[in-house]
């Protein structure tokens, strides 16, 4: 079974773009979690998503949106970018609930200048 | 105060010692979760628990839901066990928080 696959792994943005990050979980997989790892704060969770659903969400700002597609594969947008937002983000699939062991992706690592 | 408490924050020791990572949360729990993660950062999950003890390998996870506390055992450490352990323990809100993380370096 092919694991969780993140697009693209490294990306480099200037303040003010903005940024769509895709996420594929493990065939079979209904729930996504997306993650923000910075030195800094470390990791914290931004949403997770359930048949095409927001179920969770974390202390961010509307600035980070997602959305899950009939197929499961989600994606994560980030406008207008701040500085600080530079980080590596983390999605993890897992079968029917986050509550069920996640499996992680490789992770897309956004600079932003 | 973080609601999640990783110690030590780092630890190196010499090929063969037994490791104990300790974490410590103060919020109402419905699981832990011990990850790994490796330079480059990908993250591995190693156990999930609720209660009691769970063995893998050499690794053993352990966890006291009263005293709020579990720990993160190796045995027999190997220099391929260097990397950090994170602590994550999901709320009833059904989010996850995450410890600091621990960095082990292990050398042969």
């Known amino acids: 079974k092919a694991g969780v696959t993140q697009t693209p792994r490294y990306l480099i943005k200037t303040r003010g773009q903005q940024v769509t990050l895709s996420c594929s979980p493990i065939?079979?997989?209904?729930?996504v979690s997306w993650y923000q790892q910075t030195p800094g704060q470390g990791l914290q969770f931004l949403f997770e998503?359930?048949?095409?659903?927001?179920?969770n969400k974390g202390n961010f700002p509307g600035r980070f949106s997602g959305r899950q597609f009939s197929n499961s594969r989600s994606e994560m947008n980030v406008s207008t970018l701040e500085l600080g937002d530079s980080a590596l983000y983390l999605c993890?699939?897992?079968?029917?609930?986050?509550?069920?062991?996640?499996?992680f992706g490789p992770g897309t690592r956004l600079t932003v200048l | 105060k973080n609601e999640v408490e990783q110690s030590p924050q780092n630890l190196t020791a010499q090929e063969g010692e037994f490791i104990t990572i300790n974490c410590s949360y103060s919020?109402?729990?419905?699981?832990l979760h011990w990850l790994q993660q490796h330079p480059g950062g990908g993250i591995v999950s190693l156990f999930m628990l609720s209660s009691g003890k769970k063995k893998h390998g050499r690794l053993i996870a352990t966890i006291n839901i009263q005293e709020k506390h579990s720990s993160l055992h190796i045995t027999a450490s190997h220099p391929r066990d260097s990397a950090v352990y994170i602590c994550a323990v999901r709320t009833g809100a059904q989010k996850l928080v995450f410890g600091q993380g621990t960095r082990l370096t292990i050398n042969p």
């Open positions: 919020v109402g729990i419905s699981a």
């Open positions: 998503y359930f048949s095409e659903t927001q179920r």
């Open positions: 993890a699939s897992s079968l029917a609930s986050s509550q069920n062991e996640q499996f």
């Open positions: 065939s079979g997989h209904r729930s």
